[in-house]
């Protein structure tokens, strides 16, 4: 599989500091995957998803993009921001236009491309987050939600590999934030885009494909979750913790409940799944 | 008595001009000593713009607030000394950290308040262990700090003032699950400590369900639902109208409710969950 992003014994520190936010990383994301990166407040997190569309670069090391472009060169800068697109937490900061639709073919305009093209992209990326209807609203009426629908849409527009998305339910409500989760998994599972997500909410990471744990600058898990969640303890000294239908499910084990169940248990549905199973036990 | 009493307020933004826009229609609420609530609402439903009211930021078009009965918009009212008994922590504080020394930052309030120098110390001493940093933190600068000591910082600056009641919006966004708790911890001993009342507006519906005593749901410039989280979680499908949900302790109860009659739907805490799931467990033993 080809790789969307690899890093080899990356390193950074800020200048004019000794510390190492981290070193000798390697990571490698592949086409198609989804995959979750935790780590505690400080942990260097989002420092190193900027290395990623090149924003900031290594101070050792290297980031290579699609297998190709060398983060460090910066004549590969417009294509890499091109390939993979970076959604921030707050998504009033991404928005530059006073119209919905003119928002979204900023960038498009940007590249020149013709107006025609323009035109069905943005008709397009409005479809897939479902905000076709808003497309003449100025985004100061919408939601925070919507807002975030329409940074995720303007970086659609540009076709991406890749998109990176930091903390970007963070300051959503309750709404907001399943309709986003909804479209992240869609534009993975239906449209193929690899995706990479930061998160604070362990819920939000129960189903990607594999989740990377920073801790002290350097990786400390890279597995699939059912496996990276197996180790509570570590997690929760490093200030982490692990989705609550998993502690709930370690707690009644703890206490002699769900003794039948040997795979670790991520969501709602294979909770109650499990309790049925206990109940037809012991009745 | 209560603290705080709001009373019908109504308040728009751009008032008498194209983009007037009503965010406040008819709101009451009264804030009582020891209380904890918690706001709840979709984004624009009006959280902030209330936070702005209570503590005098903003003046309502109807309507009228008490502070100790005291109307506070009456003439020769002390609006200052309102905003030293009520302190709002508003959405990222620590964007509004700005001395060299985390100690100065701290003290900058008890300077403004006119708190003598020798009464400061302590008092800067005592918020910083209730927010849980040690006494080295007191010469470093805020800016070299991580994001979660930097909020707790900023925190501490608000809480030094003994704020009778004190209002945070969103305290806890963006931080990891470890320093989310110390901030609650940290305002549960705070109110011990002062029997104030603290009022958090939150996105998280599982962070007020651990914490609050009281909920409002706010939706459209209304309150919509209120009472303790057991009554205003009981009601799903109101709260999904709202763009708003149950903890997802609450969802799986119901959930399991749906096959086991028995299931107590109306719990909404971790610990609380996990007994109720016990004694279906356990009852299940029982029968046979």
Known sequence: ???????????????????????????????GEMVGILGSNGS?????LKHFNALIRPKKGAVLIDEKWNTKDPETWLDIRQLVGLVFQNPENQIVSTIVEEDIAFALENLGLPREEIKKRVNEVLKIVNMYEYRKRPPYQLSGGQKQRIGIASILAMRPKGIIFDEATSMLDPKGRK?????????????????????????EVASVDRIIVLNKGRIRFDDKPEIVFENREELEAMGLSIPTVTKLALDLKAEGYLTDSKKLILTKEEFVQAIQKDIGVRA | MNLLKIE????????????????????????NA??????????????STLIKICNGLLKPDKGQIFYKGENIWKKGFDLKHLRFKVGVSFQYPEHQLFCETVKKDIAYGLVNKGVPEEEQESK????????????????????????????????????????????LDEPTAGLDPKTTKQVYESLKEYQAKTSSSIIV???????????????IALDDGNILLRGTPAQVFSNTERLNDMSLDVPITTSILSMLAQKNPSVNTNIYRYNDTKAEIIRLLKDVKSIE
């Open chain 1, 1 to 31: 599989m080809r790789s969307i992003i690899q890093t080899e014994k990356l390193g950074f520190h800020y200048p004019r500091q000794e510390r190492l936010i981290f070193e000798n990383l390697n990571i490698s994301i592949k086409e």
């Open chain 2, 34 to 47: 020891n209380d904890f609530i918690g706001v709840i609402g979709h984004t624009g439903s009006g959280k």
């Open chain 2, 8 to 31: 019908n307020i109504q308040y728009s933004y751009g008032k008498n001009t194209p983009f007037e826009k009503e965010v406040l229609k008819n709101i009451s609420l009264e804030v």
């Open chain 2, 201 to 215: 507006v939150s996105h998280s519906m599982e962070d007020i369900s651990e914490y609050a005593t009281r909920l």
């Open chain 2, 124 to 167: 800067i001493r005592q918020v910083l262990k209730i927010v849980g940093l040690q006494e080295s933190y007191l010469e470093k600068s805020p800016f070299k700090l991580s994001g979660g000591e930097m909020r707790k910082v900023a925190l501490a600056g608000t809480m030094v003032l003994e704020p009778e009641v004190l209002i």
């Open chain 1, 44 to 48: 260097g997190k989002s420092t190193l």
């Open chain 1, 179 to 203: 309709d986003i989760l909804k479209i992240i998994h869609e534009l993975n599972q239906k449209y193929g885009v690899t995706v990479l997500m930061t998160t604070h909410l362990l819920d």
